[in-house]
């Protein structure tokens, strides 16, 4: 398994209005995502093709909703990335970003 092509940790993962864990971690990895428990646990995963990531319509700037294997997961990541050196998970904006990239479907 390689360097992971996208990894956040200390998210909020839910599942519509059931709070999965408070510190979870996202990992995109050898064409898979995954989301994991703050122990390491898996919850979900996936083939990143399978996987449509977005923002929701309405809500704060720093959630993300991840769809597959027919569930919604919202992801709550940091507002703005984190200066480098400091704790904390990336925007929504690049998770989004890295799922589009590692499926090919966007520069």
Do not use: C
Request: proline share 8%; glycine share 12%.
């Amino acid at each position: 398994m390689g360097e992971p092509e996208f990894r956040a940790t200390g998210v909020r993962i839910g599942k519509r209005l059931r709070s999965l864990t408070r510190a979870g971690q996202v990992r995109i990895s050898d064409g898979r995502l995954q989301l994991l428990t703050s122990y390491g646990s898996e919850i979900d995963s996936a083939p990143v093709q399978a996987v449509r990531a977005s923002k929701p319509w309405f809500g704060p700037d720093d959630r993300a909703t991840a769809d597959f294997n027919g569930q919604r997961y919202l992801l709550t990541l940091g507002d703005h990335d984190p200066a480098p050196g400091e704790p904390g998970p990336p925007a929504a904006r690049r998770f989004i970003e890295a799922v589009r990239r590692a499926a090919g479907r966007g520069d």
